[in-house]
């Protein structure tokens, strides 16, 4: 059997001066530890190269929930920011007419939905005809349809995601085709008052989902139930 052919000077002196060059690459060490296993034979195990690839699994593994752990908070943050400055834009109007157009404008595009409903339940079957012109946003309900369409006739939680099949987005007008998710927040204006639900509809399907977290929703919600209160009286 023939001696292996040595190596280079420029690259053995390179390896001599900068060992750290190699151990701190992967590919290289396994390299080395294939090669060191075959040169021992089948009839020996190296305890040492099964060890490191199962530090290697574990390190593999490690670096992947902590790239999650990154990509989670950054969108976290980012969905906190959205939500700020969304309450910002509906709490900034000094007008009610005004804060319907927010609604239907400037809430939609920052949170970027398709659509944006505010639901308030009434005894009132029409709705006031200025109001009708302002824009799309606001509509007329009868007592406890908002609860009976965020729960689906079962006791509703405060937010509510899900994705919507066709024909069920009915709140979002006769063309509701293209609603695939929608979030319901149930609003709360104090007693002597009638709830009202404030609604938002996405054509991404995976937008509103039930196992997204609702904290932000809810808070927002809160804070809507607040503003709602001037315009109510």
Not at 104 to 119: A, C, N, Q
Request: hydrophobic share 45%; glycine share 8%.
């Amino acid at each position: 059997m023939s001696d292996p052919a040595p190596l280079a000077e420029d690259l053995r002196a390179r390896i001599l001066n900068e060992p750290d060059m190699i151990l701190s690459d992967p590919a290289v060490m396994r390299a080395l530890i294939t090669a060191n296993e075959q040169a021992m034979g089948a009839n020996i195990v190296d305890l040492r190269g099964v060890a490191m690839e199962r530090l290697e699994d574990r390190l593999t593994r490690l670096e992947d929930t902590h790239n999650s752990v990154i990509a989670a908070a950054y969108e976290n943050l980012a969905g906190t920011n959205q939500i700020h400055r969304a309450i910002l834009a509906f709490l900034e109007p000094l007008e009610f007419e005004a804060f319907i157009r927010c609604l239907g404008e400037d809430v939609t595009d920052i949170l970027r939905v398709g659509k944006v409903r505010l639901l308030l339940e009434s005894h009132e079957s029409a709705m006031d005809p200025t109001l009708v012109e302002i824009s799309d946003v606001l509509s007329i309900a009868e007592p406890g349809f908002c609860e009976d369409y965020a729960g689906h006739g079962k006791a509703p939680r405060q937010v509510t995601l899900r994705g919507v099949t066709p024909g069920e987005g009915t709140i979002y007008g006769a063309s509701n085709a293209w609603v695939k998710s929608e979030a319901c927040i149930l609003l709360d204006f104090g007693e002597q008052r009638l709830p009202g639900m404030l609604a938002f509809a996405s054509d991404d399907p995976h937008q509103f989902s039930a196992n997204h977290g609702t904290d932000l929703l809810s808070f927002m919600g809160s804070v809507f139930e607040r503003a709602m209160r001037r315009w109510l009286g």
